[in-house]
């Protein structure tokens, strides 16, 4: 059991979660703001042995500097890579503080954002239809960049209403191709896809200049990550021909002033955060912290 567990920041989880928590800790402190700063975060972890964060917080070395007593951090929010983390996991692994993250929590909400958005688009529900008179997806051109978790669901879900799917990932995969999926190299599959899904993991940015012409014009392009996954002048050079772009949030988008650029199309919201995402993140975070438990009592 931890002696002080602290959740410096509002961290998602569901109120039968919140009180599971009084059964991991002595002491149980939740805090339902964000904090200013480093030193607002140092002051909130005290002399915690525990703490738990979401993504709108940032704890680098300077904070775990100055609270000796943590031994876990746990993000109730994706983790994917030390280099994407919003905690400087390499030097938490340094002082022996564990740290675990959680995955695929909010990949559905995600997946019905963009079968919605694109099927209002080609068929033109509320707007003119992207291709002049109203279109299914049946034989649309898909390429997918990232073929992940959310990316091969989004792939699935698409393969479902007849899109021709391409993909773009570090290595081939097998169970892509089994499914009907083609590799394609990116420059390839910008070059064909009429409608490009981005599902990289955050701080990745991999359309450049080269590849936004490699794209061309009459191109639907959807970052479903949480920051751009390209450069910014690029991106509004290419944005400024005959082309759209998707985002839920304006983390994703780059920013808020591109919201009031025409051929943006940004929710202004996580679609991953429904009801469903939240129980299944309150489940991951507590099973994380029940594994390191049980870990230490098997020591």
């Not at 909130?44 to 775990?64: K, P």
């Not at 993000?75 to 340094?94: F, G, W």
Request: charged share 20%; glycine share 10%.
């Amino acid at each position: 059991m931890f002696r002080k567990l602290v959740a410096i920041e509002p961290v998602s989880l569901i109120p039968s979660a919140e009180t599971k928590l009084g059964s991991y800790a002595e002491e149980v402190v939740m805090y339902p703001d964000v904090p200013a700063g480093d030193d607002e975060i140092v002051a909130r972890i005290g002399d915690a042995d525990a703490v738990l964060l979401s993504y709108t917080s940032q704890i680098g070395r300077a904070v775990l500097e100055r609270c000796p007593q943590v031994k876990y951090i746990g993000m109730c929010c994706s983790l994917y890579s030390p280099e994407s983390a919003n905690v400087d996991i390499r030097y938490a692994a340094e002082r022996g503080i564990v740290v675990t993250g959680i995955r695929d929590y909010g990949d559905e909400g995600v997946v019905e954002y963009v079968v919605s958005e694109l099927v209002r688009c080609l068929h033109g529900f509320g707007q003119e239809p992207w291709d002049g008179m109203p279109r299914e997806i049946t034989g649309l051109k898909v390429g997918v960049v990232g073929l992940g978790k959310s990316g091969g669901m989004i792939a699935d879900a698409l393969k479902f209403f007849g899109a021709d799917i391409t993909y773009f990932a570090r290595s081939e995969k097998p169970a892509a191709a089994a499914k009907g999926y083609r590799f394609l190299p990116l420059d390839a599959l910008l070059a064909q896809s009429e409608v490009v899904f981005c599902c990289l993991n955050k701080n990745t940015i991999l359309l450049h200049e080269a590849e936004f012409g490699q794209m061309g014009d009459k191109k639907i392009l959807f970052n479903t990550g949480l920051s751009p996954a390209w450069d910014e002048q690029a991106f509004v050079k290419w944005l400024d021909g005959d082309n759209l772009c998707f985002c839920d949030t304006v983390g994703a988008l780059g920013g808020e002033h591109l919201l009031n650029h025409p051929h943006v199309r940004c929710m202004q919201v996580s679609t991953g955060r429904t009801r469903q995402a939240f129980d299944r993140l309150s489940e991951k975070v507590l099973a994380n912290i029940n594994s390191y438990l049980q870990s230490l009592s098997l020591s």
